[in-house]
Every structure is written in structure tokens, then in C-alpha cells.
């Protein structure tokens, strides 16, 4: 069965700095996804992006976050300036454009910030 | 986004069925039901989903009342990898198909 990679599996990173969370969703899938975990708590959605854009995102989404697609493949996350508060499991998912279909994750980043 | 009620944890033995309800007296008719499940350290792992009709696969089967404001996820004989947490999502045909998880029910089971 075709599987969404995630790299790094964990990241450790100082408070203040920048990171980018690499994901390579399925190839012929057009939608993607962020969600983060929590320890402890639920899986909360981030962001979706389809064609080349955001189509939504949540209100955890603010404006320390960005996402793109640069190569046609891969799909980062990158969050510009790390709080300890940001430290979770974060999880990139693919599908394809409808609801009777099943989306793919993949096994997560785990973020510690420090 | 509608949303669904799960009881927060249960427990089996293995080797014997499980089943796992799920609510959602708001589903509205274009919502499909999906059942993931998370194991522990792991990413959400699909399970199951459905429409209207019962459904069966090499996991599992789903069953959807008529009235589709409930369902249940059936595990036929639980083992000890089952264990995880299962979180059943309404997902509907339009907008972005994102899921929007809930607390899910823990599954325990015992040896």
C-alpha cells in the first residue's frame, strides 16, 4: 500500500528558531494536509492545501506558520519562529478531492522545542 | 462540522468481538462515516468507512443505522494489536475533506 514519508521522525530545535517539517504525500493525491498532536491530547487539523494553495486553515494556523509545495513532491510545514507551546506530534496526511475516499497520514514528526 | 460521541475508553479480551458505537445525530446526508484508529506512538491509520450500507473489510466491518445517526465499528476477534485508540469522523463530499478528530474511545485489550 502506497505510504505518506515524513523526515525528520524527531526534531529538536531552541525556542526562536525556525524548523521545516518535510512530508512526501502520494503522488497522484491532490490534497494535503497538517495536523498536530499534543502529547496527551486530540489530533487537531492545522492546514489543507490544494492546487498550489491554502484552502483552509484552522486557528491554530496563525502567521508563524507557512506551507508549500516547492517541487512538485514534497510538502513542508515550516514554523518561522518556535514557542515551547509548539511542541507536539505533527502529522502530514494526502487524499484525493473527495469525501468517500480515504486519506493516507504519515507516522509524524515529533517536534521538541527547548 | 458535525460531530460524533464516543465513549472514552473500553476493554475486551482477545480473541472475542468488539464493538465500538459512535454517534452522530447531526450527520447530514452528503457525510460519509470514517473509522481510523491510532496506536500508541503511531500516525491515524485508516480502519473503515461508509455511507449508507454495511460495510466489510479485512479489518473490520461497519455497521450504520438506518437512521444513520449511529454506527458501530465491529472488530471480530481483538487481539493485542488492536489496541489503539479509534476515532470515528464524519467526513463530507465537499469543501476539503479534512477530518476533524474527536477524543476517540481507547481500546484496551486484555491477554
Known amino acids: 500500500e502506497p505510504e505518506v514519508t515524513q523526515t525528520p521522525s524527531h526534531q529538536v530545535t531552541q525556542m526562536g528558531q525556525e524548523v521545516i517539517l518535510r512530508c512526501v504525500p502520494i503522488s497522484n493525491h491532490l490534497y494535503f494536509y497538517w495536523y498536530r498532536q499534543i502529547l496527551g491530547q486530540k489530533v487537531e487539523f492545522l492546514v489543507s492545501?490544494?492546487?498550489?494553495?491554502?484552502?483552509?486553515k484552522s486557528e491554530i494556523f496563525d502567521d508563524q506558520f507557512s506551507v508549500e509545495r516547492p517541487d512538485g513532491s514534497n510538502f513542508t510545514l515550516k514554523i518561522r519562529s518556535t514557542k515551547l507551546e509548539d511542541s507536539a506530534m505533527y502529522f502530514c496526511a494526502s487524499g484525493m478531492a473527495s469525501g468517500h475516499t480515504k486519506a493516507f497520514f504519515g507516522q509524524g514528526t515529533r517536534l521538541t522545542v527547548v | 462540522d458535525a460531530k460524533t460521541t464516543q465513549p472514552n475508553s473500553m476493554e475486551s479480551n482477545e480473541e472475542e468481538p468488539v464493538h465500538l458505537p459512535c454517534n452522530h445525530s447531526?450527520?447530514?446526508?452528503?457525510?460519509?462515516i470514517h473509522w481510523y484508529r491510532q496506536l500508541p506512538s503511531q500516525g491515524p491509520e485508516y480502519v473503515i468507512h461508509?455511507?449508507?450500507s454495511n460495510v466489510n473489510n479485512r479489518m473490520a466491518s461497519l455497521a450504520i443505522a438506518e437512521d444513520r445517526k449511529s454506527s458501530t465499528l465491529i472488530l471480530h476477534r481483538a487481539t493485542l494489536r488492536d489496541a489503539a485508540v479509534y476515532y470515528c469522523?464524519?467526513?463530507?463530499?465537499?469543501?476539503?475533506?479534512?477530518?476533524?478528530f474527536g477524543t476517540g474511545t481507547r481500546l484496551k485489550v486484555l491477554a
Open positions: 469522523i464524519l467526513r463530507n463530499t465537499s469543501g476539503t475533506y479534512k477530518y476533524i
Open positions: 447531526t450527520i447530514s446526508g452528503t457525510d460519509y
Open positions: 461508509g455511507l449508507t
Open positions: 492545501f490544494y492546487n498550489n494553495e491554502i484552502s483552509e
